[in-house]
Structure formats: C-alpha cells, structure tokens
C-alpha cells in the first residue's frame, strides 16, 4: 500500500510561483516512477511530469516544459513540482501518482491540492 499527500496549493497571480509536494509513504523502496497529473473543471485529469526514483530522469508535458521543474528527495520520500511563469490555464485540482510513462498505475487518488492563477 501507498499513501500519497499533495499539499503546497494555493492562489496565485499569472506570472507567479508555486511548489508543491507529494509525501509518500508505505512500500516506496518499490516506486519506479513518479508523476503529477492535474484536473480543470470539466477536463479530464491530464499528466504534467513525472520522474524516475532512482536515476531522477524527467519527462514533462509540451504545455509546461520550461516552466515547471519536478524534483525528488528520496530520503524524505517526498517529490516536489516547482511551478514558475504560471498561467490562468494551469488552475487545476493536483495530484500525485506513481506513473508509467504519462498515464497514474493507481485508479484511486488522493485529495489533490488546488491551484488557482488569476489573470
């Protein structure tokens, strides 16, 4: 079993900053990879970037490449998501999953963090 928590959400103005985090616990010496996924009202969830555990390789979607960094810190079995340049269209509900390529392997999902950018 695998908890994951979001936390680090927030109201931002358009051009501002966010980070966020997924704290992991459970089976974690098992993850292969890790990844956010978001949710705008009335989309369907969407992947956003992911790492690999151990290497630390990334991957991220074409919509926020060079603007948002995800990291992790396997000591602490946390992963972070550092959100620069932020737009209106990146207000979404955010979670956290263990991932294979761009898609969540767990159906089920944590509470999220909420994201909101005014323009």
């Known amino acids: 079993q695998v908890q994951l928590v979001e936390s680090g959400g927030g109201l931002v103005q358009a051009g501002g900053s966010l980070r966020l985090s997924c704290a992991a616990s459970?089976?974690?010496?098992?993850?292969?990879?890790m990844g956010w996924f978001r949710q705008a009202p009335g989309k369907e969830r969407e992947f956003v970037a992911a790492i690999y555990w151990s290497g630390g390789s990334t991957y991220y979607a074409d919509s926020v490449k060079g603007r948002f960094t995800i990291s992790r810190d396997n000591a602490k079995n946390t992963m972070y998501l550092q959100m620069n340049s932020l737009k209106p269209e990146d207000t979404a509900v955010y979670y956290c999953?263990?991932?294979?390529?761009?898609?969540?392997?767990?159906?089920?999902w944590g509470q999220g963090t909420q994201v909101t950018v005014s323009s």
């Open positions: 999953n263990e991932a294979i390529g761009v898609h969540p392997l767990h159906d089920s």
């Open positions: 459970g089976r974690t010496s098992s993850f292969y990879a």
